[in-house]
């Protein structure tokens, strides 16, 4: 049995760790209240931005867990905390494709939200498109939005994507992630967004920072190797692979970098945490 050693807290994603779609992962409620008896830190930090943190605290809840509101990361608060920090949210405006995740924070930093067709026009100052784009896993996506998306882009609103996975694990199998919207985009436009979400390490340092740990003494838990286990070595921290959701053992083969641990799944966490304490 493997031991975790020096884990003071985690930053764990959700999306083929925690659950495939609406189905909980078996272990769950072990796993965290071995998390609150341990007194270890964590921040449930995923790419998938089309939830709220009230939704995605709702989504635990029915599934028998309680965590707070703080104790959420996602990629559209991430994105929406990263475009705060270089823009001015008071004259900003911003076109999202996405659902609630990824525009309530937009809105709770002030920035204003754009709609369908509002595009910039040469020669009419009245007509005010988007000075951003910020695209999200969307399952309400239409080519209305993908169109605006376009036009803005072609008219020079940056172009930022909250992640980059092409794949989603869920409970019917791996379907299109928001990588997938993200190549129609690029393939209409020629722009190749910034990306905010993992492997990117800017979420790991946002999540850090909210957790007051040291990189030393944090721990990441994912699925993908492309995205959690490469946004942990960028971000200079060790990590857990569970063979739950899209990477596997296969992968890991071929892979220029690799995980510090790999388990088969949240229960293997939950005994390897207790051997430590």
């Given at each position: 049995m493997e031991v975790l050693?020096?884990?003071?807290?985690?930053?764990?994603?959700?999306?083929?760790?925690?659950?495939?779609g609406t189905t909980a992962l078996p272990g769950l409620s072990d796993f965290f209240q071995t998390l609150r008896n341990l007194n270890i830190r964590f921040i449930l930090a995923t790419n998938n931005a089309s939830l709220t943190q009230d939704q995605y605290v709702n989504k635990l809840a029915s599934m028998g867990v309680t965590v707070a509101?703080?104790?959420?990361?996602?990629?559209?608060?991430?994105?929406?905390?990263?475009?705060?920090?270089?823009?001015?949210?008071?004259?900003?405006?911003?076109?999202?494709?996405?659902?609630?995740?990824?525009?309530?924070?937009?809105?709770?930093?002030?920035?204003?939200?754009?709609?369908?067709?509002?595009?910039?026009?040469?020669?009419?100052?009245?007509?005010k498109g988007a000075d951003i784009v910020v695209c999200g896993k969307d399952q309400t996506l239409t080519w209305d939005k993908l169109a605006t998306a376009t036009l803005n882009i072609r008219a020079g609103a940056q172009f930022i994507a909250t992640n980059a996975d092409a794949t989603l694990p869920t409970e019917y199998g791996i379907t299109l992630?928001?990588?997938?919207?993200?190549?129609?985009?690029?393939?209409?436009?020629g722009i190749t967004p910034i990306s905010i979400g993992k492997p990117e390490p800017i979420m790991y340092q946002q999540a850090m920072?909210?957790?007051?740990?040291?990189?030393?003494?944090?721990?990441?838990?994912?699925?993908?190797?492309?995205?959690?286990?490469?946004?942990?070595?960028?971000?200079?921290i060790r990590s857990v692979m569970v063979l739950t959701g899209i990477s596997s053992e296969d992968d890991l083969k071929i892979s220029d970098y690799q995980p510090t641990w790999v388990m088969p799944d949240i229960m293997a966490i939950t005994h390897a945490l207790q051997n430590a304490a």
């Open positions: 050693t020096n884990v003071r807290a985690l930053i764990i994603d959700m999306d083929g760790v925690l659950w495939h509101q703080h104790e959420i990361l996602t990629s559209g608060m991430a994105t929406a905390l990263y475009l705060a920090e270089h823009n001015n949210p008071a004259t900003t405006r911003v076109f999202v494709v996405g659902e609630a995740g990824a525009t309530q924070p937009l809105i709770e930093r002030g920035f204003t939200l754009t709609g369908l067709y509002e595009i910039k026009k040469d020669g009419d100052p009245t007509q992630g928001n990588g997938a919207i993200l190549a129609a985009l690029q393939a209409a436009t920072m909210l957790l007051g740990s040291d990189p030393t003494e944090t721990v990441a838990i994912g699925d993908r190797l492309e995205t959690d286990i490469l946004g942990a070595v960028r971000a200079g």
